[in-house]
Structure formats: structure tokens, C-alpha cells
């Protein structure tokens, strides 16, 4: 079946920066709308990126300037490049995907979800 599979989260201080990294497994035809959303203890999980297949983006107000979403479609891969990372920041990181999967009897759609990666900003 369809996954995704994140990785690179991890302990920056503030300033500094990461990059989160979701591949897509399975067999995909095509990847629509991309995203990446996060959660904090306590707090509801907020979008934060989102690319389209055209390449079209779009950020939170939080992160506007700070994180850049992209994806290299040849690979089946997204990124979350995040700099300048505040401790307001700090939150599980999970990557979604609208995604087109098939076989040779049929077509279908996924809406996945990874396994999310722990994002840490603390002195």
C-alpha cells in the first residue's frame, strides 16, 4: 500500500535550522497536494505548508520567510526547509499527502498521513 515516511527532525537551537524530509512509498501514479501540519502538547495540529503539483505554495502566517516547502517528484519526496527556528516552533511535525495510486485494474486515491517527527527548539 501507500506511505509516507518521515524523517529529520531532531534538537536545534534557536536560529538555527532543519530539514524535514517525507518519502512516498507504493504504487503512486501521482502526487496532488502536499502539506506539512504540526502539534504541540495541548494545542490542536495547524497547517503550516502546503505545495500544490503545479509548484503553487502556501505558509502560515507563523512561518512565512522561515520555512519553505518543496518536493522532487522524481523521487517521491517532500521537504520542510526550516530556518531560523524559534521555541514557539518546537512541535511534532507530520507530513500529508493527496495522492493518485493504481494497479492494472484500477485507479484510486490516497490521503495519507507519516508517522510524524519530533521538532525540538530549546537552548
Known amino acids: 500500500q501507500v506511505q509516507l515516511v518521515e524523517s529529520g527532525g531532531g534538537l536545534v537551537q534557536p536560529g538555527g535550522s532543519l530539514r524535514l524530509s517525507c518519502a512516498a512509498s507504493?504504487?503512486?501514479?501521482?502526487?496532488?497536494?502536499n502539506s506539512w501540519y504540526r502539534q504541540a502538547p495541548g494545542k490542536q495540529r495547524e497547517l503550516v505548508a502546503t505545495i500544490t503539483s503545479g509548484g503553487s505554495t502556501n505558509y502560515a502566517d507563523s512561518v512565512k520567510g522561515r520555512f519553505t516547502i518543496s518536493r522532487d517528484n522524481a523521487k517521491n519526496t517532500m521537504y520542510l526547509q526550516m530556518n531560523s527556528l524559534k521555541p514557539e516552533d518546537t512541535s511534532v511535525y507530520y507530513c500529508y499527502a493527496e495522492m493518485v495510486a493504481g494497479d492494472p485494474k484500477r485507479v484510486w486515491t490516497e490521503y495519507c498521513w507519516g508517522q510524524g517527527t519530533q521538532v525540538t527548539v530549546s537552548s
Open positions: 507504493g504504487r503512486i501514479l501521482n502526487i496532488n497536494t
